[in-house]
Each structure stands twice: as structure tokens, then as C-alpha cells.
């Protein structure tokens, strides 16, 4: 079956600019979550969504960050005013179940560069 | 306050030979492992996982190694194949908390194997 999908693959955005990226998770899948790569770094925790419950959001770095989940499956994430610290590769991830021990299966991520 | 770390970022072997891949972790609290591979352009990909009550989990050619006294972790590729090459991350997860879905990610190992 299909994987998870993300779009765009590539973004390139002036500073200051706002930014959308999407993620189609599995089929299925009840837990969606974000992630962010920064050059070097490991992958940084950003945002998780189970269900109809409320989203845990601990990881956002900013107020400028924000997403939200339509219908229990697609899922955008907004970066408002970005700075060049926002580049990275943001990766969604879903998995059946929202616990530790269900496997997350990653989508390819989109390459975000803030000129 | 990095509480996954992979200290080294990369490592070369030898077709053939074994390649270790280790992992420290610094939260007492964590009892589920992860490791998950990354080729370029593509998102993290589940490999083998162990829980605290193991010592060890073996799938085909990957098995991991859990101390949890030293509080480290190892992943063994035995033999290790040209196609292995990919970047090897370590995660971990506190399955008992209210936020277990959460991972924590090291930076990562780049695996060279050269033919």
C-alpha cells in the first residue's frame, strides 16, 4: 500500500515569508506526527496528533510554528514569518497505534531553505 | 541536553566484516530502542527495536545489544553488505509515561560499506 507522503519535496522561501507543508499518512493510521532535522542534528520532536485528542504540541520551537489535522489524516504544518533558522527537513510520521512500541513509518520529508 | 547520543558520525567497513553501531542514552526513564536506517532523499526507515527487559534482539543480519547498566546500546551487522551503507539512528522512548509515543532521536551514524 502507499506510504506516507509528503509535499513539496523542495522549498525554497524568503525570509520572513509564511510556509505550508503536508503530509498524507497512511491509510489507517490513527497517530501522525512531525518531525525536524537540522543539519547534524538528530530528529527533533515537534508535534503529535492521536485521534480526536488534543494534539501534543510540546515540541513546537515557536508560536510561529502550528499545525493541524483534517479529518484524522491529512496534516499541514505552518511556519509564519520564517527565519533562516527554520531550514531544515521536516519529517511526518504516522503509526497504527500512538504508543511508544508502534512502529512509526516516516515519509521522504520536505527540504525547507530560508534565504 | 542531548539524552540520545551517537558519538560517532560516521564509520567505514568492509564488505563482509562486522560493523558496530553504538548508542548511549542518559534518561534512566527510557526502556524501548530503536534503530532506524536513512538513505539520502528518503525518510527513516524502522530496523530493529529492543525493549528493557532484553538484553538482546536478533533479526537476520542486525541484532542489538542492551546494557542497561552502562546505559548503552549497540547495533551489529554481521556481514555487512554495500547496500547497508545509510545513515543508522538510535531512538528511544519511556513506554510507562503518558508521552510515550514520543522518540528521542541521536544525530545519527553514517555507515560506509565499501566493497
Known amino acids: 500500500g502507499a506510504g506516507v507522503s509528503q509535499s513539496p519535496s523542495n522549498k525554497v522561501t524568503e525570509k520572513g515569508k509564511d510556509v505550508e507543508l503536508r503530509c498524507d499518512p497512511i491509510?489507517?493510521?490513527?497517530?501522525l506526527y512531525w518531525y525536524r532535522q537540522s543539519l547534524g542534528q538528530g530528529l527533533e520532536f515537534l508535534i503529535y496528533?492521536?485521534?480526536?485528542?488534543?494534539?501534543?504540541k510540546s515540541g513546537l520551537p515557536s508560536d510561529r510554528f502550528s499545525a493541524e489535522r483534517t479529518g484524522g489524516s491529512v496534516s499541514t504544518l505552518t511556519i509564519q514569518r520564517t527565519q533562516q533558522e527554520d531550514s531544515a527537513v521536516y519529517l511526518c510520521?504516522?503509526?497504527?497505534?500512538?504508543?511508544?512500541?508502534?512502529?512509526?513509518?516516516f515519509g521522504p520529508g520536505t527540504r525547507l531553505t530560508v534565504t | 541536553d542531548q539524552q540520545v547520543k551517537q558519538n560517532s558520525p560516521s564509520l567505514s567497513v568492509q564488505e563482509g566484516r562486522i560493523s558496530i553501531l553504538n548508542c548511549d542514552y542518559t534518561n534512566s526513564m527510557f526502556d524501548y530502542f530503536l534503530w532506524y536506517k536513512k538513505y539520502p532523499a528518503e525518510g527513516p526507515t524502522f530496523l530493529i527495536s529492543i525493549s528493557s527487559i532484553k538484553d538482546k534482539n536478533e533479526d537476520g543480519r542486525f541484532t542489538v545489544f542492551l546494557n542497561k547498566s552502562a546505559k548503552h546500546l549497540s547495533l551489529h551487522i554481521v556481514p555487512s553488505q554495500p547496500g547497508d551503507s545509510a545513515v543508522y539512528f538510535c531512538a528511544a522512548s519511556a513506554r510507562f509515561f503518558r508521552s510515550n509515543y514520543k522518540l528521542t532521536f541521536g544525530k545519527g551514524t553514517l555507515l560506509t560499506v565499501n566493497p
Open positions: 491509510s489507517g493510521h490513527t497517530a
Open positions: 496528533f492521536q485521534g480526536n485528542s488534543a494534539p501534543d
Open positions: 510520521a504516522s503509526s497504527f497505534t500512538g504508543t511508544g512500541t508502534s512502529e512509526q513509518y
